[in-house]
């Protein structure tokens, strides 16, 4: 493994920059964390955790050799040999691609950028964007890229409170816009990976990510129209799930759900979904899919409904466990848990919730506190609604006090008394 020290400017310190700044210094190399979020630096600087994955412990010890520096500014990146970009890509209010975060971190990394520069992207996005949108932004300042500086993209492939397997065994694919671009960044990351794997071009590594999550997007959506059809004909899905698993080959379990969040699986395919319509090819799989996804959360509000037939919704509770959108974090990005709960209530149904990650959530634009899971809590409610899994929850002593449970996860499978619990 090259054993060059080198100094990395991260843009966006959250679930992808933050871990990637670890690696860098854990590896012996030099990070300037940047961030345009005053709050996230202010907790750095005060050695405070905004992330489920960092312990206060975890934080202090990313600044104990001194080589680690947090600001808003971004005059550090002239000092940097690398920069890397790990900001939002978030949809816009059409569903189309909205490329602000990128935009605005290269235009400041700009003023600052030196000949022998590397500057990779690692954001989600549309295969084109490296090439189409930065490469021009950057050639702007009169520099001409694989030339003056270097520019490659390499997707991220954190996944978020999963400790499966450490990022830096996770295989690094790259492209950069040279074979010199390559071999640069390749140099770079191989200092901190085990294996980078190079594919020929920018929009090749784009295309790579975007396909990971098209093809979970979709066989999640299947999973969960499935489950609407099972519901009909009285068929435990999960256990159907697990009973296909025990195939030695040709079949990979997914899980229905309440409807994917998080920041990739919902939305890098509509990034794709944008960009074939430019090639005039519809990508019905994806439609479909993204349709079907879209449809969750009005699903689990009719199951919860219909199981409560029998008393005015009016006089109804619910208390919700978990908001996040996915087991064993702090991300709300894309939760499907708040578009439920905002339906619930607009039916009149007292709402609570519980999540042992966050404390208050907005819905409706309204605050809304968490409430204890406490026994004499979970009696009072006419449902208990688990829309996340996470690991902490006695979940057998919410069914031993529970009036009814609609488990989405299947938390609820090795709880014995199932008469009260329906699984979706």
Not at 43 to 65: G, M, P, V
Request: charged share 20%; hydrophobic share 40%.
């Amino acid at each position: 493994m090259n054993q060059k020290r080198f100094h990395i400017a991260i843009v966006g310190l959250g679930y992808v920059g933050l871990p990637l700044a670890q690696l860098f210094l854990e590896k012996g190399h030099t990070v300037y964390g940047i961030d345009v979020d005053s709050s996230k630096i202010q907790k750095l600087q005060h050695r405070q955790s905004y992330l489920s994955d960092f312990s206060a412990k975890e934080i202090r010890r990313l600044f104990a050799d001194g080589t680690f520096h947090v600001s808003e500014s971004f005059d550090a990146v002239g000092q940097a040999d690398a920069v890397i970009i790990c900001v939002p890509t978030p949809l816009d209010q059409d569903s189309k691609p909205d490329l602000t975060y990128v935009k605005h971190a290269v235009r400041n990394i700009m003023p600052h950028l030196h000949k022998g520069h590397l500057v990779v992207l690692e954001s989600s996005t549309y295969p084109g964007t490296t090439e189409e949108e930065l490469q021009p932004l950057i050639e702007s300042t009169g520099m001409v890229v694989g030339v003056d500086v270097h520019l490659a993209y390499s997707p991220e492939r954190i996944d978020p409170g999963a400790r499966r397997s450490p990022l830096h065994e996770i295989p690094k694919v790259l492209g950069g816009v040279s074979g010199q671009c390559t071999s640069y960044a390749k140099q770079i990351y191989e200092s901190v990976f085990q294996n980078v794997v190079v594919v020929s071009s920018p929009r090749v590594a784009e295309f790579t990510k975007i396909l990971e999550n098209c093809q979970r997007l979709v066989n999640i959506s299947f999973m969960n129209e499935l489950a609407m059809m099972c519901e009909k004909m009285n068929i435990n899905l999960w256990e159907a799930i697990d009973a296909a698993s025990t195939k030695p080959y040709g079949f990979t379990p997914y899980y229905p759900g309440p409807g994917i969040g998080g920041h990739c699986i919902p939305v890098d395919p509509l990034y794709l979904l944008w960009k074939a319509k430019q090639y005039d090819v519809d990508l019905q799989f994806i439609e479909v899919a993204h349709k079907v996804n879209e449809f969750m959360p009005e699903y689990v509000v009719q199951r919860v409904t219909h199981s409560l037939a029998g008393k005015p919704l009016t006089e109804c509770g619910v208390l919700v466990i978990g908001v996040t959108y996915k087991k064993d974090v702090n991300d709300l990005r894309e939760s499907t848990a708040i578009p439920i709960i905002e339906k619930l209530m607009k039916l009149g149904i007292k709402v609570s919730f519980h999540d042992p990650y966050i404390q208050e959530i907005r819905v409706g634009g309204q605050p809304m506190k968490g409430s204890p899971l406490t026994k004499r809590n979970i009696e009072q409610q006419d449902c208990v609604l688990i829309l996340t899994d996470h690991s902490g929850i006695p979940y057998d002593g919410v069914a031993a006090h529970a009036n009814l449970v609609i488990d989405t996860r299947n938390a609820m499978k090795h709880v014995g008394d199932r008469d009260h619990i329906v699984t979706i």
